[in-house]
């Protein structure tokens, strides 16, 4: 299973089989788009408030994944509306930014590159700027977030290491208790396993960032 690696000039190396890829860059790709349309409220936002990074929307987004990456702050609604209106936009960007910073790193840099990845070309190696590696960690933890809601998972004790330090807050134990019950058959068997995935990719970053 692929891991961070840390380098003696303080970057951060990974290699990736092209499947384990392909996961990630579908899911980013996925919460790029999420991020970008919302609930297609970006063409009621005003341009002059957009361009300040003020939003006209006060309310929680309709989506379940949206509504956990980006939550209310205040358990009162218009305290929580009010401080939305002023932060919503720069915390899709950010969330967007570091999405995209995965989504980059994961592809090819051969000029003649048609767009696909194959299947079978073995391995990606990715090497990250330490600069860069708490924007992935953030990116890793959005992806198994949204994975999270999609698998109805609900607040509770028992966290994932990687959880705790990231702000997860899933239980991994039930995780497995669920995929060890789930039929080989079952769909959503692979969900479960790429969520698991993106909880050891956390874990792996963040015991190569204590190292340094």
């Not at 790709?29 to 939003?55: F, N, T």
Request: no cysteine; glycine share 8%.
């Amino acid at each position: 299973m692929s891991s961070f690696r840390p380098l003696d000039n303080g970057d951060l190396d990974i290699t990736f089989t092209s499947q384990e890829a392909h996961v990630l860059i579908n899911l980013t790709e996925q919460l790029l788009e999420l991020l970008a349309d919302g609930d297609g409220q970006s063409h009621s936002v005003d341009p002059l408030l957009h361009l300040v990074g003020i939003s006209n929307s006060e309310s929680p987004p309709e989506d379940p994944v949206l509504r956990r990456l980006l939550p209310n702050a205040y358990e009162d609604e218009q305290a929580a509306g009010e401080f939305r209106r002023y932060t919503e936009h720069g915390l899709r960007e950010k969330k967007k930014a570091h999405a995209l910073l995965i989504y980059e790193a994961l592809l090819p840099q051969d000029e003649d590159w048609n767009g696909d990845i194959p299947l079978d070309k073995g391995s990606i190696q990715v090497t990250i700027a330490m600069a860069d590696s708490l924007a992935w960690l953030g990116g890793l933890n959005d992806l198994r977030l949204a994975l999270a809601v999609r698998l109805g998972f609900g607040s509770e004790k028992g966290q994932h290491p990687a959880d705790q330090a990231a702000g997860v807050d899933t239980p991994n134990a039930d995780v497995h208790k669920k995929y060890e019950l789930m039929l080989e058959s079952d769909p959503m068997k692979a969900v479960y396993a790429v969520y698991s995935w993106i909880g050891w990719l956390q874990q792996s970053l963040l015991e190569a960032l204590e190292v340094k």
